[in-house]
């Protein structure tokens, strides 16, 4: 019998695998890992620092446990070439072939780059995985200042975590307020002015224009608006993009992500997709729990019951000390934000025609009570 091969050893990958074996104690399957199938929290890479973890302590279990403990086949260190949908092959890059009866594609996504002029644009740091961020911890030891390119919610996170560190942080972004993608303005405010005065410094409204090595180590930073700033590393978190390479040239519907429906199957119904390189129904959810909704969702399906993915609402909490932040919210959920002064905080709603769908907490407001209550609010996915 041919495996289900899953391709892709994160956290979408595992627990697809995990599901599943529990639900079917003697389906063949495959994990393929382009790494060493290590299991970590990648949302704990952009808070480390600070709780004092080294890199090497970050994983939970290497992938010859995880394999073990699931019951799987670990491929570590297997990258995947093409998919044959014909015959239902995977050309590996060693040159070897693996088959399955069914694929479920949990590849991730890419650091997004920016163009930079100059001869240090190279040594621009991105951290999209443990090894990404050994090397990044690597970089920092002995840094005082550090520029951010990015500040959405992972830029954030870090600026963060490095200045609870004691490092000198910048943080550098075309938008005209730090997550602009996920809180109305006011919200949005208090967090640049707990941070500001945390000790980080903004340059809002630009972008990093060109980065030169220095004499001495460290590089020279050029921005657009004409600004030039000094910085031991530079970490890039503009964000992601969806890993669909593979499954564009094998021939399946790829959008942002790769496209899939609500039972996370592609346009080829023996191959599904999930995690940071799927499309969900139009959407991109790069969160732990609509990632573990799925995964359970798939797992269902795989042995045997179809189930569709739902969603119930879901706070995101961020992870800023400095100014404690809570969203919840689909990608383009309709409505008009509201926004008042709740002590030393902030409440914003997301409304339409009386129906809450989404909302923002931030400051003293971001209680775990507030976040309970509003959620109770909140129309599941779909409504």
Not at 97 to 103: K, P, Q
Not at 109 to 116: F, G, Y
Not at 160 to 166: Q, V
Not at 196 to 225: C, E, M, N, P, V
């Amino acid at each position: 019998m041919d495996p289900i091969v899953i391709a892709g050893a994160g956290l979408a990958g595992w627990t697809v695998a995990r599901e599943l074996r529990k639900l079917d104690r003697d389906v063949p399957i495959v994990v393929a890992a382009a790494d060493d199938g290590a299991f970590y929290s990648k949302p704990l890479l952009s808070n480390a620092l600070a709780l004092g973890k080294a890199p090497g302590a970050i994983a939970t279990a290497d992938g010859a446990a995880m394999a073990a403990r699931t019951g799987v086949e670990l491929r570590a260190r297997t990258r995947i070439a093409a998919i044959d949908r014909g015959t239902r092959t995977l050309a590996l890059a060693d040159g070897g072939m693996l088959r399955y009866a069914r694929l479920v594609l949990a590849l991730g996504a890419d650091p997004l780059r920016l163009p930079v002029e100059g001869d240090g644009a190279g040594d621009l740091l991105r951290v999209n995985d443990l090894d990404d961020y050994a090397r990044f911890r690597a970089a920092i030891e002995g840094a005082r200042r550090v520029a951010i390119l990015g500040a959405g919610l992972i830029g954030c996170e870090f600026a963060n975590d490095l200045i609870a560190s004691g490092r000198a942080v910048d943080v550098i972004d075309l938008a005209q307020r730090p997550l602009g993608r996920l809180l109305p303005p006011r919200a949005a405010g208090l967090v640049h002015a707990r941070l500001a005065a945390a000790g980080l410094r903004w340059h809002l409204g630009t972008s990093l224009a060109g980065a030169w090595r220095r004499d001495g180590g460290g590089l020279h930073l050029l921005l657009a608006d004409g600004a030039r700033l000094e910085a031991d590393v530079v970490l890039s978190a503009v964000g992601l993009a969806p890993r669909v390479a593979l499954a564009a040239a094998a021939g399946l519907a790829t959008g942002r992500g790769i496209r899939v429906d609500r039972w996370l199957a592609t346009s080829d119904p023996h191959v599904f997709a999930l995690g940071d390189c799927a499309e969900i129904e139009g959407m991109v959810l790069p969160y732990v729990m609509p990632i573990m909704q799925a995964a359970r969702a798939l797992a269902r399906g795989l042995a045997g019951t179809p189930t569709a993915m739902s969603l119930p609402p879901m706070p995101v909490v961020v992870k800023t000390p400095a100014v404690p932040v809570v969203v919840a919210g689909l990608p383009g959920a309709p409505g008009t934000w509201t926004e008042r002064a709740e002590g030393d905080g902030v409440v914003a709603r997301l409304e339409q025609d009386g129906a809450l769908h989404g909302f923002a907490l931030a400051g003293a407001a971001a209680t775990p009570a507030a976040r309970e209550a509003m959620a109770r609010e909140m129309r599941p996915w779909p409504a």
